[in-house]
């Protein structure tokens, strides 16, 4: 759902699906090929949130802020399923492992890598193309060419996602069995590994 709040209405280019199950409130701007899967919540209520061209928000992640601030997720920011920023940016390019927590003021330098379940404090600064682990997150390495190289095909996945969704989600009734005719997914989308390849 896309609400307005005190005379905000959000800005989604109509290449980007938010999904209907997602909430996205007030002074939001989302570029092009963006993905925001279910359960995610972008409040703009507070501060304006900048979700530049490519970047995807999962299933349950929250994007909000303390008032006055404002906040921006970098071209092709990935955002795994239930991470929660708030009130940080997000580099170019960089990836939010699922369960992470980035707080106020932080900054995510472009190209980095935050590992599942990282809890990232307040002000922080991760330079760019770091791999950033645990609670509390540290610098542990820097992102390996073929690193980021795996990160970029994943987050591909995501920027094609929906122009898919526009084309063939649609709310339906269950089947109650399985049809003999139903179509194997197999050869729907390549395997993160043969999409390496391409």
Excluded at 72 to 95: D, M, P, Y
Aim: aromatic fraction near 6%; charge should be negative; charged fraction near 20%.
């Amino acid at each position: 759902m896309i609400y307005a709040f005190q005379g905000y209405t959000p800005v989604v280019h109509e290449s980007s699906f938010v999904h209907p199950l997602a909430a996205v409130t007030g002074n939001v701007i989302i570029g092009k090929n963006c993905y925001i899967g279910p359960g995610a919540a972008i409040r703009g209520d507070w501060g304006q949130i900048i979700l530049e061209d490519g970047v995807n928000v999962q299933e349950n992640c929250t994007v909000h802020m303390f008032p006055g601030k404002s906040i921006t997720l970098k071209e092709s920011a990935h955002v795994g399923h239930g991470a929660i920023i708030h009130g940080a940016n997000l580099g170019r390019n960089c990836l939010i492992g699922m369960n992470t927590v980035i707080m106020d003021d932080a900054e995510i330098g472009d190209e980095s890598i935050v590992g599942a379940m990282a809890f990232v404090k307040a002000e922080t600064k991760i330079p760019p193309r770091s791999l950033v682990v645990g609670n509390p997150a540290k610098v542990i390495k820097q992102v390996s060419d073929e690193m980021i190289a795996w990160k970029t095909k994943g987050t591909q996945l995501y920027q094609q996602l929906p122009k898919d969704c526009h084309e063939t989600l649609r709310e339906v009734e269950p089947f109650r069995e399985v049809p003999k005719d139903r179509i194997v997914q197999e050869n729907t989308y390549a395997t993160l590994r043969d999409f390496m390849k391409k």
